[in-house]
């Protein structure tokens, strides 16, 4: 049932119309919830009210009075039977009766009660004084609320309350006692009045109209019900309904109202939207809820289509299409620049370098470095002050002193000789001869012609007519650039090696038992070598006295020999000159000839004269020295190296490189002895220092001085910063999740193989654990190149030294990673501190 509204008869009317002096009022106020308008007829039902006391003796004395509605009855309803004659039999007697106000007759009218009528009754009591009436009723099962009101009319025409507002639906008595005025008749007075119920005004729904919530949200909706007048109401049953029991579920559907409030809790399982109605009769009240898909990192992009639910990168990025956005892939797939290295092993990881070319092998691939430390030529001058940027020249030689090494100088300026004259028009560019004398006319200057008596007695030497005169078998033929002398040379292809392959010309006239010279320019693009044959040009193929083998480079080089001719005895005109590529050319090789001369050996050739003497060295203990030469005079020239007057085994050209030096070395004197057949001369000594002071670092940025430069990590946080063993800083490790690959490494190192290494370091972590040290080839393998070692740390900065011998290749190797190893000692939370790194050959004094 609705909440009970309390409405109070008083009716002074009715109160006159009584005794006064001996009446006391009861009054009983009913309201049905059944209808609002006052003719609305109700079901049958009956209160029975019961009036008892006890007399002097002990006897029980009752009164009943029924109430209701009886919709069968035509003429009355039989309320209660009661004595109207209350007189006791005795002075203390006591004794009850019902009567109703103005009515004598022993049974009540009939009553068909509707909202806003009302019923009254007296009870009528001789009683003495102080005696204890008790008022009884069954209410069970009836459709309305009942409240009863107590009131006693005193001497004075007084209503005095003695029970007021009872609802009679959840008490079924009330007990009093007699005042104690005279007389001793009493009087009650019973009123009854129907008034209807409040219906529902409103139910509102917490949230509405709309809210939103997310997959897996479980959220709380709550009911508030109030009727038409605005007042909460208690006990409404209310039934909660969602409109699409895919989107979530309600729990619990049948709620009742506390306060005029109800709560049923909404989970939210998939993305969409819904209504939840909740409702008594015609009466409801709803929310639309709005459920989105989960989005941690609030970019925008729901968590089951986002590549990186954890951090926010709305643009979903994923540089390498591992389904991983690159915002949070740490993975060792990951390839930025989609050149098909991984970023751990890329020494450009941002630009595309498939090669991985790292020419000064400082661990920065040639296609990203930018550093002072290139070394494009490895010829152990930094390109930012080479002279020869892409050709080794560690003297730097530049004999014009025009800024361009004498190595790679192809300008109309130059004069290797420092005659004055330019080599473009110098006659013996090699050979200082300011006169530029020319007795045979050959335009060989003097000075540096063989035969200042005779000629070339080949055609088309220079090849400056193209291919006329020459002639070739199992190789391609043509002529042009590059040239060595004029505009063009011999440019022979190995298609496909075979057992005959040749550049030759013949009809060549000898003299027998002749001192003759063959002198030309040559190169190969591999560097493969070549032979050259003087023979009869036909069957039986005799040799002519020349078979000499010629050790080609990649650039040009010029080759003279002198010979003997044999094998004939008088004139011949059948020779063949032939270049024999057997075996050496391979299929793809490029030969370049040019200046082919072959002449009468001169009766006075120019001894040799020394035009640039070897410079003295300083390098670091270690490093190798190379000491050069520039010699004229007639050719062939031989040189011969000394070190302090004796000679060195195999140092026989004009340039001579030094193995790593020792202590020993310091202060030592290098000369070269030049020789040719017309006699030698010496050069002037050059002195070596060795700077024993001096030794190399092998690791780059070591005292994290320049922050991560160079440094790469895995598996753990890296910064740099305070606190540092020496200067301001030092690299700062974190260990924030213990994994199985936890390492801060430099890769790129160069070592040489069965080596003596020193390893030094400063170091400390914030708990004392340890961490491993290890030298290993960078990328797979990982084979090891020697190191292995655990450090027992501390909590506070603590210096460790290491020596040890490099293993596991045999030839000087670039790709060594020097890698801090904190597995399996770092635990989350731990912090590791490193600075003075430096990683040193160790050498021995000789």
Same mark, same amino acid.
């Given at each position: ?86 007189? =006791? ?224 990168? =709305?643009? #979903? ?118 006169? #530029? ?15 200042? +008596?005779? #000629? ?36 022979? +292809? ?7 392959? #040749? ?217 740099? +910063? ?125």
């Amino acid at each position: 049932m609705g909440k009970i509204l309390t409405n109070t008869i008083n009716d002074k009317t009715t109160r006159k119309s009584m005794n006064i002096a001996s009446i006391l009022a009861i009054s009983f106020l009913i309201g049905v919830v059944l209808a609002t308008n006052a003719s609305a007829v109700m079901t049958d039902w009956t209160l029975d009210i019961n009036a008892n006391s006890t007399d002097t003796a002990g006897n029980l004395l009752e009164a009943t009075v029924n109430f209701g509605v009886n919709t069968a009855a035509t003429d009355g309803y039989d309320g209660a039977l009661f004595d109207i004659d209350c007189a =006791p039999a005795s002075p203390t007697d006591f004794d009850l009766c019902f009567s109703e106000p103005g009515v004598s007759t022993e049974t009540l009218a009939k009553d068909t009660k509707a909202v806003g009528e009302s019923k009254s009754w007296v009870l009528l009591a001789k009683a003495p004084t102080d005696k204890k009436i008790n008022i009884t009723w069954i209410s069970a099962n009836i459709p309305v609320n009942v409240e009863m009101q107590i009131q006693e009319l005193d001497i004075i025409d007084t209503w005095l309350p003695i029970g007021s507002h009872i609802d009679m639906k959840s008490a079924n008595s009330i007990s009093f006692t007699a005042g104690t005025r005279v007389p001793r008749q009493r009087g009650y007075i019973i009123t009854a009045t129907v008034v209807p119920t409040p219906s529902i005004g409103s139910i509102v729904i917490s949230g509405s109209p709309t809210t939103t919530l997310t997959v897996g949200d479980v959220h709380p909706f709550t009911a508030t019900v109030r009727d038409e007048n605005k007042n909460l109401m208690d006990g409404v049953e209310l039934t909660w309904t969602v409109s699409d029991s895919s989107v979530g579920k309600l729990d619990p559907t049948k709620t009742i109202t506390v306060t005029g409030i109800a709560t049923s809790t909404f989970t939210a399982q998939v993305a969409g939207t819904a209504i939840i109605n909740a409702f008594n009769g015609l009466v409801s009240g709803n929310v639309e809820v709005h459920v989105k898909e989960l989005d941690t990192d609030g970019d925008g992009v729901p968590d089951s289509t986002d590549n990186c639910p954890s951090v926010s990168n =709305p643009d #979903q990025a994923d540089i390498d299409g591992d389904g991983k956005g690159d915002a949070c892939d740490t993975s060792d797939d990951r390839d930025t620049d989609l050149d098909g290295i991984k970023d751990v092993v890329d020494n450009c990881p941002s630009v595309p370098n498939p090669d991985q070319a790292d020419i000064d092998g400082d661990g920065k691939g040639d296609a990203c470095d930018t550093s002072d430390d290139r070394d494009t030529d490895l010829d152990g001058v930094l390109d930012t002050v080479d002279n020869c940027l892409s050709v080794p020249n560690p003297d730097q030689a530049d004999i014009d002193g025009d800024g361009k090494g004498d190595a790679c100088d192809t300008s109309d300026d130059r004069d290797t000789d420092l005659d004055g004259i330019l080599d473009t028009v110098d006659n013996c560019p090699l050979a200082s001869n300011p006169d #530029q004398a020319d007795i045979d006319g050959d335009g060989k200057g003097d000075a540096c012609d063989s035969d200042t +008596g005779g #000629q070339n007695i080949l055609k088309n030497p220079g090849f400056e007519s193209g291919t006329a005169d020459w002639n070739n078998w199992g190789v391609s033929f043509g002529t042009g650039s590059p040239a060595s002398e004029g505009s063009k040379s011999a440019n022979i +292809g190995i298609i496909t090696s075979s057992s005959n392959m #040749q550049l030759y010309q013949y009809g060549i006239t000898l003299e027998p038992n002749t001192r003759y010279i063959l002198s030309f320019a040559a190169f190969s693009n591999t560097g493969n070598d070549m032979t050259v044959r003087l023979i009869k040009h036909v069957s039986s193929y005799d040799g002519y006295g020349l078979n000499q083998n010629y050790d080609l480079t990649k650039e040009w080089k010029e080759f003279s020999t002198e010979f003997t001719t044999i094998g004939f005895s008088s004139k011949v005109s059948n020779a063949r000159l032939m270049f024999w590529f057997v075996p050496f050319g391979k299929a793809g090789d490029k030969y370049y000839i040019d200046n082919v001369r072959l002449e009468k050996a001169s009766i006075n050739p120019v001894p040799p004269v020394i035009t640039t003497h070897p410079a003295d060295q300083t390098v670091a203990l270690g490093q190798t020295a190379a000491f050069s030469v520039v010699a004229a005079g007639t050719a062939p020239l031989s040189y011969q190296w000394q070190k302090n007057g004796v000679d060195i085994s195999g140092a026989v050209g004009p340039m001579y490189t030094t193995p790593a030096t020792v202590l020993s070395d310091n202060n030592s004197n290098y000369r070269v002895l030049v020789t040719n057949s017309a006699g030698s001369t010496t050069s002037d000594e050059a002195t070596l220092t060795v700077n024993p002071t001096t030794s190399i670092n092998l690791i780059k940025n070591p005292g994290f001085e320049s922050g991560a430069d160079f440094w790469s990590n895995y598996g753990v946080s890296f910064t740099t +910063g305070s606190p540092a063993s020496e200067g301001t800083k030092s690299a700062n490790i974190g260990i924030v999740t213990s994994s199985s690959n936890m390492q801060l490494y430099q890769y790129g190192i160069i070592l040489e193989p069965n080596t003596r290494y020193r390893l030094s370091f400063a170091a400390f972590s914030s708990t004392g654990n340890d961490m491993t040290v290890r030298l290993i080839k960078h990328v797979a393998s990982y084979d090891g190149y020697g190191l292995n070692q655990n450090y027992d740390l501390t909590k506070e900065w603590k210096e460790f030294s290491t020596e040890f011998n490099t293993s596991g290749f045999s030839s000087k190797v670039s790709n060594a990673r020097l890698m801090f190893w904190f597995v399996p000692f770092g635990k989350a939370g731990d912090k590791y501190y490193i600075d003075k790194v430096r990683l040193e050959k160790i050498y021995k004094q000789q």
